[in-house]
């Protein structure tokens, strides 16, 4: 071999072992883009569900000012219904009595038609005044929840233990759950929390009669399920129902917003739980694939 | 010390003066890889050091015009890597008087482990700039250099006076350039 010839074999080895380590250095760096979009898509994908729960917290909380106002509005003309209701039902049992008095006394100078006529009043009234009252008592009902959506409350807070609050709450509802519901527990060490257990415990309720109204009609399971992350308490409430329609997803802590059938729910239940937990300072999220199931999710904060 | 400025100077070694002449620098040194250099990594730069004396050596070439001429070399290199940094700039002096600013700040964002000197200006008009060079590597002439290179692509003549140099004691190095009007 050649002075030349060895030069060259000497710079041919030298740039081989440069490429091979070139190579090495693009497939590391390959590597590192590949995390980076990783990290990147996972930034993108905290940032849209923050953007979604900033936008949703906004609504809400027009939806509040808004409810608050109609609440006021329709508290002062109910007030005065109701009562000018209970005053008129008094009118007419004593009308009532009156009319029968007086049938008795002047039996043959009233005409058939008339005592029929009589007859049907004396005998719907009472119905008529039931139903009344009913229904001023679901909108008085309703109006109390669309308070409670719409204000803050921070009364009545105290260090208290969820999971004891949790399996209190159960005891109140299994009696109105579906006859093959079953609920299973996961419930980690907590430690305590300031909160309101009353409240909390009506969006446990909340959220276990949804789960149960969305499982099959004989029932199914329900997972309840409790952890601590960072400085903050989980609660998941986990059904295998049908799920909520992708189109609805969005809408479902709205008031007045149900997938139940008419007249079965009021569609208050989850926008009260979202304005329970979060005058508590925490959060609630829901995941829902349609025909699988739903899980609801609170965070609520240790300190 | 980026890979591109060892794969430079290996390129200029191996046109101007053969490969024979790379082979036997790198001979003389104790390279971390054996002279087997990438753009991407990043090598000591001690060894960039070790190298220019062993060129000294070797070519039998002073230090200050193989640095001017390696230089000059290694701005062309630089262009046809981020020809973006220098086509924003239509005018020799303006160019010159964002390389500290602008450019080695988007060196350190595309390298991080990048180490840059300091190359500020504290005065400059269109025809005439006074530049500032401190690193430890103390490089100036490279710097030198690279401004000549510059003064090529813009195609532009100059006069350059390396009036204080930390070679000499100084703190930092001064370059005062001006422009040479065509004739």
Known sequence: ?303 | MKGMIFTSLGDLVEEEFGIGAWNRTLARIDSVVDGAYIEADTYPASEMLSLVGALVEELQVPAPQLLDLFGQKLFFDLYRLYPELVDRHTELVPFLASVGTDIHEEMKILHVDAEVPDMRCDFYDRNQLTMYYDSPRKMCLLAEGLVRGAAQHFDKTIELEHSECMHEGADRCKFEMRLVPAS
């Open chain 1, 1 to 303: 071999m050649s002075d030349g010839d060895e030069e060259y074999a000497i710079a041919y080895k030298r740039e081989k072992r440069a490429r091979k380590r070139a190579e090495e250095v693009v497939e590391e760096r390959n590597r590192e883009i590949y995390h980076l979009r990783q990290d990147l898509a996972e930034a993108r994908e905290h940032l849209e569900s923050s953007q979604e729960n900033l936008l949703q917290a906004d609504k809400l909380k027009s939806m509040g000012q808004l409810a608050s106002g109609i609440t006021h509005e329709i508290n002062n003309p109910l007030a005065y219904i109701t009562s000018n209701v209970n005053l008129l039902s008094q009118y007419h049992a004593t009308l009532t009595r009156f009319i029968a008095q007086q049938r008795l006394a002047h039996e043959n100078e009233v005409d058939d038609t008339m005592k029929k006529e009589l007859a049907l009043i004396m005998e719907d009234g009472p119905e008529i005044f039931c139903e009344i009252d009913e229904g001023l008592a679901r909108i008085s009902n309703i109006v109390a929840n669309v308070k409670r959506f719409a204000r803050k409350h921070e009364r009545h807070r105290a260090l208290s233990d969820i999971n004891q609050e949790i399996r209190a709450t159960l005891k109140l509802v299994e009696q109105q759950l579906k006859p093959d519901t079953r609920i299973r527990l996961n419930l980690d060490n907590l430690p305590l929390v300031s909160c309101n257990v009353s409240e909390i415990g009506q969006v446990i309720i909340n959220l276990v009669m949804n789960a149960d109204q969305a499982s099959p009609p004989q029932g199914g399971p329900i997972t309840i399920n409790t952890g601590v992350e960072g400085r903050c308490v989980l609660i998941s409430v986990i059904d295998e129902g049908t799920g909520i329609p992708e189109d609805k997803i969005e809408n479902i802590f709205d008031p007045f917003f149900t997938t139940k059938p008419v007249g079965e729910g009021t569609g208050l239940g989850l926008s009260v739980s979202y304005a329970i937990v979060e005058d508590h300072g925490g959060t609630i999220s829901v995941a829902s694939e349609d025909g699988i199931g739903t899980s609801f999710t609170i965070v609520l904060p240790i300190d």
